[in-house]
């Protein structure tokens, strides 16, 4: 009887809503970018705190709806809501003004809200802990609590502003930019970036274009950035397979010499180059590709025989001999 119900108490609490409870109780120092690529309609959300997981609790995007960052003494349903209400139509501003109206804890709160339409709303609450502050420009804002400087948005929002690149070259200076001006007076724990798209199709995971969290780690941001190359890297992959499975081969010889330069100490990235070279007849181009693919990973070498099978290397007895004499 105990157990059956301590079963039912534990369903009762996560059913009941009640699992704010478990959420931190501390504040989240935390700063965090939301943005909205004005060219593609990407949103973002990116941050960096000295806290565990912080990717858990801060960053919520849906393509075509929004972008949010919770933290400060983190009230997680800012963002499940705030995107719910401004799927309904509702701007950021007025969602924000709703949400904020109904929460007891509001003075503690630090909430970024953008829509879909590029407008903008944030609220630090009165009682966040110093340096606590927030800066907004056109399609971005920023937002900090328990800073070592108070100049950390500003100098934030300068990065994102003068910065080149895609969304997540931009919110990823806009990091480093806070680390650099001191960054969380605690130091540095976790970090996350959430992208999606601009063209949304209605099916989430193919809307989400990256998310990343770095859960643990002494420099997050190193990690994370490090991530976004390994990310990009195998987008290329992936899009080289898909030319494979057309026998696009230049294509496909393409996208996998992109992936490689991304992420040039995989060496399973030149490996599919190599085969698609043998692939589209060009099997001298191939071998010393192969040769030093094997040298570096052997079991590439055992497993190049299995793909003959799989319609993915040309069933030819002496091309595979002499590629696997490399």
């Known amino acids: 009887m105990k157990l059956k119900y301590m079963t039912l108490l534990c369903v009762c609490i996560f059913s009941s809503g009640i699992t704010q409870q478990l959420l931190p109780s501390r504040p989240v120092a935390t700063y965090s970018i939301i943005a909205m690529d004005e060219t593609t309609g990407q949103l973002g959300v990116a941050v960096q705190s000295h806290w565990f997981s912080v990717g858990f609790l801060v960053p919520w995007a849906k393509a075509g709806v929004g972008a949010v ?157 490090r991530l976004i190359r390994i990310h990009r890297a195998y987008q290329h992959a992936n899009m080289g397979d898909q030319y494979m499975e057309t026998k696009e081969i230049e294509k496909a010889l393409s996208e996998y010499s992109k992936a490689t330069e991304f992420y040039p100490e995989n060496a399973e990235l030149p490996y599919w180059s190599a085969i698609a070279l043998v692939n589209g007849g060009r099997l001298e181009d191939a071998l010393p590709v192969f040769k030093s693919v094997f040298k570096r990973n052997p079991n590439l070498k055992t497993m190049t025989p299995r793909l003959t099978n799989s319609g993915l290397l040309i069933d030819d007895k002496e091309i595979l001999r002499r590629i696997m004499n490399q």
């Open 69 to 225: 960052a919770t933290q400060s003494f983190v009230k997680v349903d800012y963002g499940p809501e705030g995107l719910k209400l401004m799927e309904s139509g509702m701007t950021a501003t007025e969602v924000l003004r709703i949400l904020t109206s109904q929460d007891d804890g509001e003075d503690l709160r630090q909430v970024g809200m953008i829509d879909f339409n590029g407008n903008v709303a944030v609220h630090t609450g009165k009682r966040c802990i110093k340096h606590a502050g927030h800066v907004t420009g056109d399609n971005y804002s920023v937002q900090a609590n328990m800073m070592a400087n108070g100049t950390v948005p500003k100098a934030m929002a300068n990065a994102f502003e003068n910065s080149k690149g895609d969304l997540a070259d931009r919110m990823m200076a806009a990091l480093e930019a806070a680390e650099t001006e001191g960054g969380d007076i605690r130091g540095k724990q976790s970090a996350a970036m959430l992208i999606v798209s601009g063209d949304p199709t209605g099916v989430d995971w193919k809307d989400t274009l990256l998310s990343l969290r770095i859960e643990d780690h002494p420099t997050p941001l190193v990690e994370l950035k």
